[in-house]
């Protein structure tokens, strides 16, 4: 098979390109486009006065940049107004997970309803937020996406300016108890029993913190997939009433000295025993470390800026000790009181603190404390109109991974900026992760394209019981390594067969490893890579699910669609 590439490459790539030209966008569509295996940075920054409102026609030499205080040169300058897509579906027969066949034709914004860290009552409310925001927003024919977060990511609707479609996806989500929250509600126990019952429900919580960050996280990375091959600013609306984890991991083991100076009630009825639970939920966090920061690099990348609503509205974090003192007044002291409302308080005040560090982190806004959750989702639309993106190389050129503040200036000293605060210096083409088929899974069972790798692809019948596919791959979405005089591809092609009922039934994939003269390379940049995959169809076969794998950069893109006969 290599040598079968190597000959054949170069003619069925001009070949098949000719054959999907009426797939090409259009040539004057400006577009910021960078390869995956770059090092540059990119920064996406909201520029508004002092009064809030969106400031447009800023010039990149209006710009500075500074990453942990030194001066930055910037390469690439892009407002938003030059990021428009036009949508073009694919011709009948062609799959494909390209930006102008799966994105929108303006600024992509996507409303994401949390039930996995958001109780039934707040996503209700959520749901009515988000259904008043819509109605409301009927005539602006601005693309959105809805999604929900139950014990995975879900996509109800894709991408859509129709508001009526908007409207039915985001009725057909039903609130529901979280699958790591009990579905029957008890009644609140004594103050008493609730000592007696707290080491086990510390290591309860501690388990349900570690879930909830696993979840969590594989909903970050399924986001990068399904938006990273889109071009431009993404605003991620995520209705939530906690975060498992912020994106700057942190030890937060405490001592009971450090217990007490910060809680000094707490500090005296509980021991570090008692917490014990905290501490194993510290360690899980430091267990993720790695995961948190690669979630982090993946969002930056794609140039997500997430703008958490808590759907709590506007709350002081004592609401639910009146239903304790309500069950047993007999059993509430004045300390035991205060002691339950300065934890609740504070563990309120932690979980908002999340939200805002998540925010800034991904260059969004926190939406909290405030009644009027639709007015948070508008706030993440409207900077969508004041975006820039900045992208520059970093000076240092030491990718030792560790954390670099960003810095951004105007020339207009008066005007508000908001833009992620920095990033982990992570080599795109030194991924720790090897094996990456879980990922692939994933991104193959997820109901939305991935968009990392861009590329079109045709299945065509073969001999009996067989199908070929060919895949034309978009090369400067996926990574290049130099060898010698010679550039070196590291990439996995897959086809999974799919029953009617969604059932998987079987799967053939293809690795082409393998380094390309320059003058090969240097078509297959031109025209793509082009790569056929011939595989045997299992009886009931309804559906073709397409996947693309960058080994060096864990980077992926897929496609569906019906087994055409």
């Given amino acids: 098979m290599p040598r079968f590439l190597k000959l054949v490459l170069p003619t069925l790539a001009v070949t098949f390109s000719a054959l999907l030209l009426a797939e090409e966008p259009a ?40 990453e942990n205080g030194k001066k930055q040169k910037i390469g690439v300058f892009s407002p938003a107004s030059a990021r428009k897509l036009q949508g073009n579906a694919p011709s ?10 799966v994105g929108p034709a303006g600024a992509p914004v996507v409303l994401l309803i949390d039930a996995l860290n958001t109780h039934f009552r707040e996503q209700a409310y959520g749901r009515s937020e988000m259904l008043k925001y819509v109605a409301e927003q009927a005539q602006t024919g601005r ?3 809805v999604l929900a977060l139950t014990d995975r990511l879900h996509v109800l609707q894709q991408f859509t300016s129709d508001p009526q479609v908007l409207l039915s996806a985001i009725r057909q989500f039903k609130p529901q108890e979280s699958v790591l929250q009990p579905g029957t509600a008890l009644p609140p126990p004594t103050l008493a029993v609730q000592n007696e019952l707290a080491s086990f429900s510390n290591v309860q919580l501690s388990y349900q913190s570690e879930r909830r960050t ?27 009433a906690d975060l498992p984890f912020a994106l700057i991991p942190e030890d937060r083991e405490i001592s009971n000295e450090q217990l007490l100076a910060d ?35 993946r969002l930056a990348s794609a140039n997500i800026s997430i703008y958490p609503v808590d759907l709590r509205g506007l709350v002081s974090g004592a609401e ?85 503040n960003i810095r951004l200036k105007t020339s207009q000293g008066d005007l508000q900026l908001r833009y992620r605060r920095g990033y982990f210096a992570l080599d795109p083409l030194a991924s720790k ?98 790569v056929p995959l011939d595989m045997d169809l299992p009886a009931g076969t309804n559906e073709l699910r397409l996947a693309i794998l960058d080994n060096k950069t864990g980077y992926i893109g897929t496609a569906r669609g019906p087994l055409q006969q």
């Fill in 143 to 145: 693309p959105m996406a």
């Fill in 263 to 297: 809680l000094p009630g707490q500090g005296r009825q509980r021991s570090l025993a008692v917490n014990a639970g905290g501490s194993m939920a510290a360690e899980q966090r430091q267990l993720h470390n790695d995961d948190i920061r690669q979630a982090e690099s």
């Fill in 433 to 530: 992760q090897t094996n990456h088929d879980g990922d692939v899974l994933s991104a193959v069972e997820f109901n939305a394209p991935a968009t990392q790798i861009s590329f079109l692809a045709q299945a065509k019948p073969a001999d009996a019981g067989k199908v070929r596919v060919v895949f034309l791959v978009d090369a400067h979405t996926i990574a290049a390594e130099d060898a010698g005089s010679s550039k070196k591809l590291d990439v996995n092609f897959y086809a999974f067969a799919f029953d009617s009922m969604g059932k998987s039934l079987g799967v053939h994939s293809l690795k082409v490893d393998r380094a390309f003269d320059a003058a090969t390379f240097q078509q297959i940049m031109d025209k793509g890579m082009m």
């Fill in 92 to 101: 009948t027969g062609i799959l494909s997970n390209r930006a102008e066949s």
């Fill in 214 to 240: 696993i979840i969590t996280l594989e909903a970050m990375r399924a986001l990068a997939r399904m938006l990273g091959g889109l071009p431009g600013r993404k605003s991620v609306v995520w209705l939530t």
């Fill in 27 to 66: 040539s004057d569509l400006p577009s910021l486009t960078i390869r995956t295996s770059s090092r540059m940075v990119v920064v996406d920054v909201v520029a508004s006065d002092k009064k809030g409102k969106p400031v447009t026609g800023l010039k990149a030499d209006e710009f500075t940049v500074e």
């Fill in 320 to 404: 639910s000790l009146s239903e304790i003192s309500g069950a047993h007044p007999e059993d509430i002291h004045g300390a035991d009181l205060a002691n339950a409302a300065l934890a609740q308080a504070s563990s309120l005040r932690s979980s908002q603190a999340t939200l805002e560090e998540i925010a800034a982190e991904t260059g969004g806004k926190a939406y909290i404390n405030e009644n009027e959750i639709k007015q948070g989702v508008a706030l993440a639309a409207a900077d969508d109109e004041a975006a820039y993106t900045i992208g520059y190389y970093p000076e240092n050129k030491k990718w030792d991974g560790k954390y670099r």
